[in-house]
């Protein structure tokens, strides 16, 4: 079958959607489809311009095409009767975040005029759609508080597996990704302060500004914890990244409110290493049973030196904890070949 | 610089307009430059043609320094410094309406429709910083239907330096599509009428069976097997480089193509002899007769006394292949060219 991917595209930017894109259409030809992906150019400011961008969309005319499979906002509003879509988020700014005073849609007017028309777009896409898978858990509660339609979950598998297969335990904790206040790096480092001396921390990935990364030097420089904490800001490659986690005691992740299990955990799991989170991080806290997969502490300083000072206590325990979240893991079947059957049913 | 490069396409067909920008792409980014390819999907529909003139007017690429359009209808997007490499216009509603290929009546409708179309067309033409062309043809359409002048900025062959000479057989290589329009056919029936035992490699793909089928039934009443290979796939990028390395020359005898098309590049490259046709459009901008190949009448006739020539005065031929490679200097067909114009 000729399937289609179609997302959207900020133009000169790469991130985890457009990565997802090319897995996604790896996967189906290596099923046995053919597969290309139409990336549709978006810029969401000025917000005024966001509706015509809508319509350009709605306009385009597809031939020659089985299946859509479409990803995002306003991507997914093109027309095509074989379409699915595996919603990775809508127009936040228009629903949730709209809610929560962060939005570029305005009070007035004009801003109502565009939040109502990009509802309209989304529910007749979601009406139309043949099926409607989401990300996470969190994705679909939103789905259908604000539109009404139900959705299946359908977690976006890890893009290369293989190279996350546990090895030792370096007697640190991970904390990878991209470097910002959401993620909320610099708690850790604090609690690190607390957290027993043979623990040892390492914060590594690229921090979206400098400001970020300064932020978290002058934390480590002030605490006088440069002997434990190792800061690596910058984009690792794919192996340098495996390798942190795959020598690693645990993996630390306290963003705020992720929408999914987010890769950090995903690949923490795949390496046998239990998972440390808070309890106001969304779909992370989800995926982590606590003291059985990893600890979901009390998103604050004390909390989270307190689980330190458990995952220092005992190697033994936490790396059985590490095998039940892998164990945990496999049994959610989380694989290209399950998502790719799925997204073609 | 930021480039974007804006084209039209048809899902999961590929061809020569795609590579045209997947070249620029890798081209620019190899000279330091960031690229985004952005490809949009559009039908030739007559009914749907401005609507889809006004999705492409909506798209957002204030991000790009520069853009570059090639397919129609990419030329109308809005930006403050959009370049055109425009290689053809809709030509069912240009230089193409008075063929069978229009598919719709020349009537009152779509005679507005083609009015409308070309006054739209010349609006967005002139927004442009800067307008190129693929061929003399193609700007001598612009001149002549939107008033327009351009600049011929010739589409090279990516990685060039792979072909090369090896020696000259006894074989005329004509590495193409197979389709009735490249006209594969007449070669074959040229063969039959030749003196000298000259012999002939057919090589591509085509869009359906009939056209091959109807080589392979040409061959055999001719009784040509022993003369002519004809391999209906598409060979590798290096079987191209070793049969061009090899052949005594290279034919390429399409109908009107606007440019001179990709094949003569690469047999130039290799430094072979070409052989055309006076009809063949494009490929008349780059072969000269008797310099760098020879110029035939589209007849079986006229066609076995240029291959009988080629085999027959291999001295000549030889030499004409010399000459092709500087052909393609003398018309500034190169990747550093094509750069220097469009940072200009």
Redesign the interface.
């Known amino acids: 079958m ?1 399937v ?1 991917i179609v997302t959207n ?4 930017l790469w991130g985890g959607a457009e990565e997802l894109a090319v897995h996604l259409e790896r996967n189906l030809i290596a099923a046995g489809h ?1 597969a ?1 992906t ?6 969401w400011e000025p917000a005024q ?1 966001i509706v ?2 809508m ?3 709605r ?7 089985d299946r859509v499979i479409a990803l995002k906002f306003p991507a997914y509003t093109i027309r095509h009767p074989g379409k699915t879509l595996w919603l990775l988020h809508q127009y936040r700014q228009a629903y949730d975040l709209h809610e929560a005073g962060h939005t570029n849609l305005k009070d007035d007017a004009t801003g109502e005029e565009v939040r109502r028309l990009i509802r309209e777009a989304d529910d007749q896409t979601f009406r139309e759609s043949r099926k409607i898978f989401t990300n996470s858990q969190v994705t679909s509660d939103r789905l259908k508080k604000f539109n009404g339609f139900e959705s299946e979950v359908l977690l976006p598998p890890v893009n290369d597996p293989e190279i996350f297969g546990g090895s030792s335990d370096k007697g640190y904790v991970f904390a990878g990704g991209r470097i910002n206040g959401m993620k909320r790096q610099h708690l850790l480092i604090e609690a690190m302060a607390r957290a027993p001396q043979g623990l040892k921390l390492i914060v590594a990935g690229p921090p979206d500004s400098p400001d970020d990364a300064a932020r978290l030097q002058h934390c480590v420089a002030q605490l006088g914890l440069q002997d434990r904490v190792k800061l690596d800001m910058r984009f690792l490659a794919r192996r340098e990244y495996a390798d942190y986690i795959n020598n690693s005691k645990a993996v630390a992740y306290l963003p705020v409110d992720e929408d999914s299990f987010g890769y950090v955990a995903m690949e923490a799991a795949m390496a046998s290493k239990p998972v440390i989170t808070t309890t106001d991080s969304g779909g992370v806290a989800d995926f982590v049973v606590h003291e059985e997969t990893g600890w979901v502490a009390t998103p604050d300083v004390a909390g989270i030196a307190d689980i330190l000072h458990q995952v220092g206590a005992s190697p033994a325990r936490a790396r059985d904890m590490g095998a039940s979240c892998l164990e945990r893991w496999n049994g959610l079947e989380v694989n290209w070949n399950m998502t790719v059957e799925r997204l073609m049913q | 610089m ?1 480039f ?1 490069l804006v084209s039209s396409f ?4 590929n061809g020569g307009a795609r590579n045209i920008v997947d070249w620029l792409a890798a081209t620019l980014r190899a000279a330091g430059h ?1 690229v ?1 390819i ?6 030739d ?1 007559p009914d ?1 043609l401005f ?2 003139m ?3 007017r ?7 320094d520069r853009v570059v359009c090639f397919r129609p209808q990419a030329h109308f997007i809005r930006h403050p410094h959009k370049i055109l490499w425009f290689i053809h216009h809709i030509r069912i509603f240009y230089d193409m309406w008075e063929t069978s290929y229009r598919g719709f009546p020349d009537d009152h409708k779509h005679r507005e429709l083609r009015a409308a179309l070309t006054e739209a067309d010349t609006l967005a033409l002139q927004e442009a910083k800067a307008i190129f062309t693929n061929s003399q043809v193609v700007s001598d359409r612009l001149q002549r239907f939107n008033g327009i002048a351009s600049e011929v900025l010739y589409p090279p062959v990516f990685d060039a330096g792979r072909f090369h000479c090896r020696g000259h057989s006894d074989q005329v290589a004509y590495i193409c599509r197979l389709e009735h329009h490249k006209r594969q056919h007449l070669l074959i029936e040229a063969l039959a009428h030749t003196q000298t035992p000259v012999t002939l490699r057919l090589c591509g793909t085509s869009a359906g069976d009939r056209y091959p089928k109807e080589l392979q039934q040409i061959v055999a009443r001719y009784r040509l097997q022993d003369r002519v290979v004809l391999e209906n796939r598409w060979i590798t990028e290096e079987e191209k480089v070793d049969v061009l390395a090899d052949c005594l020359a290279a034919a390429y005898l399409p109908v009107d193509e606007d440019s001179y098309g990709y094949p003569s590049v690469e047999a130039s490259l290799a430094g072979k002899a070409l052989l055309t046709t006076t009809d063949s459009g494009g490929v008349l901008e780059l072969v000269k007769e008797g310099v760098n190949g020879l110029i035939s009448n589209p007849t079986p006739q006229a066609l076995a006394k240029a291959l009988d020539r080629l085999y027959a005065q291999r001295h000549d031929t030889v030499k004409m292949g010399v000459q092709a490679k500087h052909r393609l200097n003398e018309l500034n067909i190169s990747w550093q060219h094509v750069i220097d114009r469009l940072t200009a």
């Open positions: 000729k289609l595209m900020a133009p000169f053919r290309e139409l990336r549709i150019p978006f810029q311009r015509s961008q319509l350009m969309v306009t385009f005319e597809l031939t020659n095409v | 930021r974007a048809v899902p999961f067909i960031e985004e952005v490809l949009f999907p559009e039908v529909d749907l609507q889809q006004m999705a492409i909506w798209m957002d690429l204030s991000m790009a």
